[in-house]
């Protein structure tokens, strides 16, 4: 059973960067789609942005001045990093994995749980 | 680009009720729908034209009219009472984006 994991600061000061990894066990890391989506404290769900194994990268051109996603296959994680924080940044953070066929589109079928960070000083 | 749910509907224990998604890139690209719990993160209900993943149960179906895909719950149970999120690829560029959401209360 594929599991992804986030870890990272939960706490993180305004003007600095956020930092998260994403775990990935019980499958590979390859032929998939690694994806960071956002939830802000009672409000919706925002995408982030994506990378595919071989390192194809897509970002929401709203934060793109200001993400990075990469991956590393030899430890099967993927990260995020989001410099140039603000209190608006403040979300519970997921990383999900993305399946894509040409009959049924694009999904996440594996998520981890989630984990809050909060832009305070 | 936006993709724009109802914010809320309700329904009566063992009745059916349909959540609908709109958006521009809808007539080019399937939408997904996600289930969120209070506390929990979202997970896939309903993918492709009629997918379901599995440990779904079967009242959970997918559907679509025109340019607008519906997530239907036939004989809504108590446990379905959370928040649903469809997702779909943009009109222009390789980026995607959630619906609004939709909160399903059970009566």
Redo the contacts between chains.
């Keep these: 059973q594929v599991q992804l994991q986030e870890s990272g600061p939960g706490l993180v000061k305004p003007s600095e960067t956020l930092s998260l990894l994403c775990s990935i066990s019980g499958g590979s890391i390859s032929s998939y789609y690694w994806s960071w989506i956002r939830q802000p404290p009672g409000k919706g769900l925002e995408w982030i942005g994506q990378i595919y194994y071989s390192g194809s990268i897509n970002y929401n051109p709203f934060l793109k001045s200001r993400v990075t996603i990469s991956v590393d296959t030899s430890k099967n994680q993927f990260s995020l990093k989001l410099k140039s924080v603000t209190a608006a940044d403040t979300a519970v953070y997921y990383c999900a994995r993305g399946d894509y066929d040409i009959l049924t589109g694009y999904y996440y079928d594996h998520w981890g749980q989630g984990t809050l960070v909060t832009v305070s000083s | 680009s936006e993709l724009t749910q109802d914010p809320s509907v309700s329904v009566a224990l063992g009745q059916t009720v349909r959540i609908t998604c709109q958006g521009d890139s809808l007539g080019i690209?399937?939408?997904?729908w996600?289930q969120?719990k209070p506390g929990q993160?979202?997970?896939?209900v309903i993918?492709?034209?009629n997918?379901r993943?599995s440990g779904i149960p079967d009242r959970f179906s997918g559907s679509s009219s025109g340019n607008t895909p519906s997530l239907t719950i036939t004989g809504a149970q108590a446990e379905d009472e959370a928040d649903y999120?469809c997702?779909?690829?943009a009109s222009s560029?390789?980026?995607?984006?959630?619906?609004?959401?939709t909160k399903v209360t059970v009566l």
């Design positions: 690209y399937y939408a997904s996600y969120q993160a979202p997970a896939l993918y492709g034209k997918k993943p999120y997702n779909s690829r560029g390789n980026l995607y984006v959630f619906g609004t959401g």
